[in-house]
Structures are given as structure tokens and as C-alpha cells.
């Protein structure tokens, strides 16, 4: 019986409420909650540029979830100068990773996301980044 209820959960439960999710979240922080950031919350700093190489390409692709586009050798990646934090993911993206794998709830995530969304300047700066990498 507990296979049927893990499977249950996984097929039928876990999309459901992701689907919720996104409706939610989208209503509560707007659209710069499904682009990737473009200022770090914690060190009030723009990120700068690097290029990846293959170690850096890899553990980010590895990272991100089915669907997303994948980063190439020598792509510019965005990082805070300050924390070294990697701004490859976006809240949603990462919201969906931890949420299928069971790692948090919906509501502890956005206790953890609403920091940076009441930060006006981190939504106005995810906002009006330029779109893709390079």
C-alpha cells in the first residue's frame, strides 16, 4: 500500500500542486519570480560576468531542471562579485527542483523566496535585465 500512495503522490499529486504553485506564486511576486536574477538580495550587488569552462558548464547543467537550456563552455554566467552566489536558476526553476524531490514545502519556499521579492530593487533589476546569456 505505501508504493501506491509514493507513486500516487508522484504522479498525480506533486503535478497538481505545482500547477497550483505557479498560479500562486505568479499573483504573489509577479513575473521576475520565473526569470533568472539579476541582483543578489543579501550583498546588494549587480552580478558580473564570467565566462564557464567545462567543470562550471557541467555542475550547472547538472543542476538545472529538464527543459531549462542548457549553459555552453564559455558562456557568460552572472555571479555576485561579493557571496560568489550563481545566478543560474530562476525561483521557479529552483522551486520546482526541491518541490519534486520532496525537499521543502510550498510554504516554506516562499517564506525563503519573500526576502528578495520585498527587496525593490531585486525585482526591478530582474526585471529589466537583458533577457538570455551570451
Known amino acids: 500500500m505505501g508504493l501506491f500512495k509514493t507513486l500516487f503522490d508522484i504522479l ?3 503535478p497538481r500542486k ?3 504553485a505557479r498560479k500562486y506564486f505568479n499573483q504573489r511576486f ?3 519570480f520565473f526569470l533568472r536574477p539579476a541582483y543578489c538580495p543579501d550583498c546588494k550587488k549587480n552580478p558580473v560576468y564570467n565566462e564557464a569552462n567545462a567543470q562550471e558548464a557541467e555542475q550547472i547543467n547538472w543542476r538545472l531542471p529538464p527543459g531549462t537550456p542548457k549553459i555552453e563552455v564559455g558562456a557568460l554566467i552572472p555571479s555576485c562579485p561579493e557571496c560568489n552566489w ?3 536558476m ?4 529552483r522551486f520546482r527542483q526541491g518541490f519534486s524531490d520532496g525537499t521543502f514545502t ?3 519556499f ?3 523566496e519573500s526576502k528578495a521579492y520585498a527587496n525593490e530593487n531585486f525585482v526591478v533589476q530582474t526585471l529589466n535585465q537583458k533577457i538570455g546569456w551570451s
Open 110 to 112: 516562499e517564506k525563503f
Open 90 to 93: 530562476s525561483s521557479w526553476d
Open 106 to 108: 510550498v510554504e516554506e
Open 86 to 88: 550563481v545566478m543560474d
Open 12 to 14: 498525480v499529486t506533486r
Open 30 to 32: 509577479g513575473p521576475a
Open 18 to 20: 505545482i500547477k497550483a
